[in-house]
Structures are given as C-alpha cells and as structure tokens.
C-alpha cells in the first residue's frame, strides 16, 4: 500500500493564479480530510469528506473547493490564490468517520507571492 | 474551537518524564495524539474514547476525564527520539462529529 499520496511537493504561485493539489489514498478509508499548518496555529482542518460525494467544510474552508467523486481521491483547489494561503497542506484519512487513527500524506509545501 | 495544550514547550534531558495536556470547552468523544518531527507528517500514537477505550502505541501512555474534558500524556523515561511537536485533536460529542479539531502544539526537545 501506499498510504496516502500528495502531489504536489512544492509549489509556488502567484497572486491569482489556480491550482489543484491532489490527495490519494489506496486504504479504502471512508474519511478524508484537508489541513493547513502554519507556524505556532497547529493544524486547521479545512474541508472534509465522509465518503464519495459528500463534503463539508471545516474551521478554515474560505479560498478553497473541494469534490469527492471516489473513494480514493480528495482534491483541494485554490481558486484565486492569496499570500495568505501560503501554508504546508496535509491531507488525511481514516477508516472510519469518527474515532480512528489518522494517516497523513506528506504534505505540499505552498508559497503564493 | 481549537482544544488547548499545555505547556507549549519542554525541554528535557534523556531519561527524564514530561506530561502534556490538553483540555477542551466541548463534550468530548475522543482524544486523539499525534507527533510531528521537523520537516515531516504527523504520526498516530493512541486515541482515547469516550467509555474507557484506548487504541495506540504500547509504550506511550495517557489518561482521558470526559467529565472535565481533559486528556495528559504521559512520556516517561524519555528517549532523544521522543523529541518532536505534540498535537491533540478533539472529536466532540453530539451534532456533527466528523471534525477532527487539533491544538497548536507542545514542543518537546529531549537532549543527551
């Protein structure tokens, strides 16, 4: 298995600009979600999903969509990027909706100028 | 509303024991505790559920009053390879209980 995959590493955008960083997972897991990490905030959870086609947003969801079309995949997308948005994301996920361990990715590394 | 963690940082010397809190204004369902090295993700260690269960690491203890809506954990005998941040993230009772909601971190740095 691979766990959880993101794509990409690293990425710089400028002010304005669009992107879609992608989250897979092969572990047929119900939950997956999005975090933004910044320095002394800790993790914020941004969007969530409970399973294919269902999302719901979480303490930080301005800025950014989401879709849940499978199982295994959960992208998030900047719509018109802000330097505020610079941030490393972590996506997640769990077998179940509630009371189970969490797998990350690695994390995207986002600077937005 | 994040859960709040306390201290925000500890330093320790090889062998020595620290404990970490966390501590919620909400009813909880669990308690999760997660480590991140530098650079990395962060990794599991152990939930803690409403009604006494516990799931996670076997060497790393910890302790959860859902009356007071508080979770420590408990390093004892500390490694180097302990070192890391900690973070707790809080699953609430009731309502929509699919928010996995994170404190801010203790740093813990273990020297030789």
């Known amino acids: 298995n691979a766990g959880v995959t993101q794509t990409p590493k690293f990425q710089v955008l400028k002010t304005g600009q669009s992107m879609t960083l992608q989250c897979a997972q092969d572990?047929?897991?119900?939950?997956m979600s999005w975090y933004r990490q910044d320095p002394g905030m800790g993790l914020r959870l941004i969007h969530y999903s409970v399973g294919a086609g269902i999302t719901d947003q979480g303490e930080v969801p301005n800025g950014y969509n989401v879709s849940r079309s499978t199982t295994e995949d959960f992208p998030l997308r900047l719509l018109s990027a802000a330097p505020s948005q610079t941030s490393v994301y972590f996506c997640a996920s769990s077998y179940r909706t509630i009371g189970d361990e969490q797998f990350f990715g690695p994390g995207t590394r986002l600077t937005v100028l | 509303q994040q859960p709040v963690q306390s201290p925000q940082a500890v330093i320790l010397r090889e062998g020595e024991d620290a404990v970490i809190n966390c501590s919620s204004s909400?009813?909880?369902?669990?308690v999760h505790w997660y480590r991140q090295k530098h650079g990395e993700a962060p990794v599991f260690l152990m939930i803690l559920l409403k009604g006494g269960e516990q799931k996670g690491h076997d060497k790393i203890s910890a302790s959860f009053n859902e009356k007071k809506q508080q979770s420590s954990l408990y390093l004892t005998a500390s490694q180097l390879s302990y070192s890391g941040t900690y973070f707790c993230g809080t699953e609430s009772s009731g309502g929509s209980n699919y928010k996995l909601t994170f404190g801010k971190g203790t740093l813990l740095t273990v020297n030789p």
């Open positions: 909400k009813a909880l369902y669990s």
């Open positions: 572990m047929n897991h119900e939950y």
